[in-house]
């Protein structure tokens, strides 16, 4: 089917082919770049004589996902023309790199970033290990997607280190709050949205127009420190909690890439407004997994969200907000209905009351300085295979 | 003092200077722009074929913002010289447009936007109109700035009208939450902080960094849907009931044009953590006006602000968040103790159950479709003399 030496079970095979940015030993340049097999396809270098050069010569995706639904097409289907006519194979066979020789970059300049809190599971786990048995879900949960705005500014590629963050907290039986490195440091295993397609503010776009706005899904580490998170969340939401690092992969799967991986969500009861209801269902069959310094310590389902990305983008332009090209929505922690299905160390140690076990001896309850999470997950493709999707990772560096 | 025709008494002196950008009559081209006395000086046209043209050529400030502050302070100085130099006059006369004539434009292009909450008075009023006589401070509130991020992709610029957003909302005593336009429309009056010099992810802003990195200030209107907002903020903080719209002034004053209007902020206590605690007070003196359809409603004191720009810049960037040139953040909805200091139809109609009189018969709760909302401010000055902040106006069109 290719000329290329693919492997024959990969995740990155021609069904799949995500876009990123990336940059060549020795040359500070930012290419934009399609992975394939171990290899990236230097995509910048590809098009740089043809009409498409302007899509990829920005050092971010932006002008591509600007383009719009017909040109991704277009795109990735001259791509995999490349890829498969022998005829190409000279032209092209230069402009691939192997993976692990390129150092990758944010693929998106960010424009707004929103994160949601769309799993059931866990918002449950979240509100019993705050408020005990009693915790339930808010009354608007299961009426509208619950989100807010994070910082773009702090949104940084899969790789990048994050350091941990100082700030206020008051401690459980303590008097007062007091100033130190968050003691609580968490993570939240995530799927992001890329949106391409812009919209016009005062116009919301309707759940069944989800794929001519969004280019294609990434996976995000939505960092957390709960301490500093619990202190100050009355009554505006998280804000420093949140804001001193959110990591997304390098390389952003394109819709046309998850065509297998559709599923229905779960039932959702009460019935959603109109303007949540869409024609086609957008749940995705996406398998998480968090290892923790290499341990798998979970393996969250993405299908079992709640709320699907298309209402969520619905939901977010419901009172007219406008969309940018490069604005990223992440759907909240993913979080199933087993304990090796929960997406943050705050479930899986519950709350730190039950720390977990890490091989050799070890037991964790939130990060510690040094270690390395990597968020990693695939989808399923045509014919029994997989689409794989950029892990993200990074390690805790000790508080300044 | 200058060779300009400018009206004695004028707050757009020469001890003003704010910058924007416009467009001219019959030309889209984005120019940057020094607002005095009536008037616009074309910066760009002004600086066109010398060393700043880089600094100014770009459509929005942020190029110059970048720059940084000896940079905001050598081009103040010029720009005072041009204006106060009659050998300037035959180079600079061309370069001035009447001010009604130009469009003015989004002056920055907003990177990220964070709105704080830190009018004691307000926070109160708000507690106690949602929660009754016991609606108190939050015990974070007098230890740390409480704010959120917006939307920055909804910042607009004064003059845009604005949509009534529709969404779910849930009033008082209804069993279950509809769909439709905001029957609670509101404004914040709240005073914007513009970003220049940016900072490094990790490394917080020290309080008395704050007239690096902050180039100046500006009016913003922070449009809320009380009835949206009350629906969805639990437990994540406001969200739609925001990010329809947020405006801000077309003119942005410089830091060096309020050095007489410092005053000390009111007595912090408890006194608050190492970070927040500089040598410099930033307290600004501004009075702020609210005109409802040109009548006088509301004349907030911004000096009364409990938490100043100073300190909101050292909270945000505490946990190693980062800031960006064009961050605008806002101060929260300014409010006095006085009924007509109040910063928000909320307050001032007591969450609708005190509704406030307009001339000529009619009275108020929330807004109207075809309601125009001007909020306007002026700071001391030199010797008696006011500065004069662009004013920040909105239209409410009816929903779509």
């Not at 979240?126 to 949104?155: F, S």
Request: aromatic content about 8%; glycine content about 12%; proline content about 8%.
């Amino acid at each position: 089917m290719t000329w290329l030496d693919l492997a024959e079970h990969t995740a990155f095979g021609l069904d799949n082919l995500p876009y990123g940015v990336f940059s060549r030993p020795g040359d500070t340049r930012r290419r934009a770049g399609v992975a394939v097999g171990d290899q990236v396809l230097d995509l910048s270098a590809a098009t740089e004589d043809t009409a498409l050069a302007p899509l990829f010569g920005a050092g971010v995706l932006n002008p591509f996902l600007a383009a719009g639904r017909p040109v991704w097409r277009e795109v990735r289907a001259r791509v995999r023309e490349w890829l498969t006519g022998k005829q190409h194979a000279d032209r092209i066979a230069p402009h691939l790199v192997a993976r692990d020789e390129v150092t990758t970059h944010l693929p998106i300049e960010v424009a707004d970033y929103v994160d949601f809190y769309s799993s059931e599971q866990h918002a449950l786990n979240a509100g019993r290990i705050l408020l005990g048995a009693e915790g339930e879900l808010a009354p608007n949960w299961k009426r509208l997607p619950v989100g807010y705005h994070g910082r773009a500014g702090t949104v940084v590629v899969s790789g990048t280190p994050v350091t941990r963050p100082s700030g206020q907290r008051k401690p459980r039986g303590a008097a007062e709050p007091s100033f130190g490195p968050s003691r609580l440091l968490d993570i939240e295993a995530e799927v992001g949205f890329v949106v391409g397609t812009p919209s016009t503010v005062g116009t919301p776009v309707p759940v069944d127009d989800f794929a001519e706005h969004v280019f294609g899904m990434c996976l995000v580490n939505d960092w957390s420190a709960r301490d500093i998170q619990g202190w100050e969340s009355q009554p505006l939401g998280p804000f420093l909690g949140k804001s001193f690092a959110t990591s997304m992969s390098a390389w952003i799967v394109p819709l046309e890439a998850l065509e297998h991986a559709r599923v229905a969500p779960p039932v959702q009861d009460p019935e959603p407004f109109d303007y949540l209801r869409g024609r086609e269902p957008w749940g995705i069959d996406l398998a998480l997994e968090i290892r923790l310094n290499g341990h798998l310590v979970s393996s969250p389902p993405f299908a079992t969200q709640y709320w699907t990305g298309a209402q969520q983008l619905a939901h977010l332009t419901v009172n007219g907000a406008s969309l940018r090209t490069g604005d990223l929505y992440a759907s909240g922690t993913v979080t199933g209905p087993e304990r090796e299905q929960r997406g943050s160390l705050l479930e899986l140690s519950w709350g730190g009351r039950e720390p977990f076990d890490l091989p050799g001896g070890e037991t964790r309850k939130f990060l510690l300085d040094g270690d390395e999470v990597v968020i990693s997950g695939t989808a399923p493709g045509p014919d029994g295979t997989r689409v794989g999707f950029g892990d993200v990772r990074g390690r805790v560096l000790p508080a300044i």
